[in-house]
């Protein structure tokens, strides 16, 4: 059974930095592009990074491009993203995805969308305040 279990969120100040970590666990991590969404309430889950299983390329929304990196260790099972210059409008919700057809990877890794593939995990919360 898939299961993603997201951790490291928290509150930060303005300009402060937060590593998110997604634990994954019941399948192999070396087959599954992982991507991390987020959600503000009223608002749509939207894509914020992604890392494919082939080759390790990695895909950014534009508003989090320069300030976060997404990574992934295999063997640990984990996949990070370091989220740094962390501005309010980052607060959110954040998700752990996990996809593994061709069809699903090119959607959520090359176009960050929401496919119906996805497992999910139940998200950490990231708050960024003064």
């Known amino acids: 059974q898939v299961q993603l279990v997201e951790s490291g969120g928290g509150l930060v100040q303005p300009g402060g930095s937060l590593r998110l970590s997604c634990s994954a666990s019941?399948?192999?991590?070396?087959?599954?592009?992982i991507g991390w969404f987020r959600q503000t309430p009223g608002k749509e889950r939207e894509g914020v990074s992604c890392?494919?299983?082939?080759?390790?390329?990695?895909n950014y929304a534009d508003s989090v491009t320069g300030r976060f990196t997404i990574s992934r260790d295999n063997a640990k099972k984990t996949v990070y993203l370091q989220m740094n210059s962390l501005k309010p409008e980052d607060t959110a919700v954040y998700y752990c995805?996990?996809?593994?057809?061709?069809?699903?990877?090119?959607?959520?890794?090359?176009?960050?969308?929401?496919?119906?593939?996805?497992?999910w995990g139940k998200g950490t919360p990231v708050t960024v305040s003064s």
């Open positions: 995805a996990a996809v593994h057809d061709a069809n699903s990877v090119q959607a959520m890794c090359y176009g960050l969308r929401i496919v119906e593939t996805i497992y």
């Open positions: 019941g399948f192999t991590l070396d087959y599954y592009a």
């Open positions: 890392i494919n299983n082939n080759d390790g390329k990695t």
